[in-house]
């Protein structure tokens, strides 16, 4: 499965470099000269990787990772910068970057740190532990069985499926096109309103007495993890 590649660097040529060759060597590419449209992207897509320019005109762009982080979006991001000081590379890693790169960068190198960081993205991914935790409630995702608050809740394999992506997302909205394309195998035969019905379930089942809100609808869009 190819991985998907978002890049934010307000340099057109540059941008078009990295797109083409990172688009040669295999991957999936979105490219953008500002953050405007980023979020959405984020929202809409799968992107396995982040490569963030500094020096853009509306935000700086370690702000903009930091914002992420803050909203529990944890996609690896490698820095592209011209800011090449000590305290600069420092900055960028407290505010979450995976590795740094300095401008001008050679193309080679850039393509061994994307490998590296998205194998060590993959490793960490497959050494998620069978227990999760959110709030009140523990998900066994080996037995499908949910705790909430000591009480057990006997769950589907699709329910598994379906609350695991929430709350590895949570703070982010899902759309019915990504839950779709992600819980359900044969999605472009299932029609969008089946994730409407799932949902529903799922929430008669984490809180029969509708006294706590876990999921949130966003209207016209999807869910979202409180």
Not at 31 to 56: C, Y
Not at 97 to 121: H, N, Q, W
Not at 190 to 195: A, E, G, S
């Amino acid at each position: 499965m190819k991985k998907h590649i978002l890049i934010v660097d307000d340099d057109s040529d540059i941008l078009e470099l990295l797109e083409y060759t990172l688009q040669s060597a295999g991957y999936d590419v979105m490219g953008f000269l500002n953050t405007k449209h980023v979020r959405e992207a984020l929202v809409q897509e799968s992107i396995d990787l982040i490569l963030m320019d500094r020096s853009l005109p509306e935000i700086e762009g370690s702000l903009y990772v930091e914002m992420l982080r803050n909203k529990n979006i944890n996609i690896p991001v490698i820095f592209l910068s011209a800011k090449n000081s000590q305290e600069d590379i420092k900055h960028g890693f407290l505010k979450g970057g995976d590795d740094y790169m300095t401008k001008p960068f050679d193309i080679e190198e850039l393509l061994l740190r994307v490998k590296a960081v998205l194998k060590r993205s993959d490793m960490q991914t497959k050494n998620i532990v069978e227990q999760l935790r959110y709030k009140d409630m523990q998900l066994d995702l080996s037995l499908q069985r949910l705790t909430v608050q000591d009480q057990n809740i006997n769950l589907t394999k699709q329910e598994t499926a379906l609350l695991q992506l929430l709350i590895q997302h949570r703070g982010r909205v899902l759309d019915r096109d990504y839950l779709l394309k992600h819980i359900w195998k044969d999605s472009e035969n299932i029609h969008r309103k089946t994730v409407n019905v799932a949902v529903k379930r799922l929430k008669e089942k984490i809180d029969p007495a509708n006294t706590k809100e876990y999921i949130k609808t966003i209207r016209g869009i999807g869910y979202m993890m409180l």
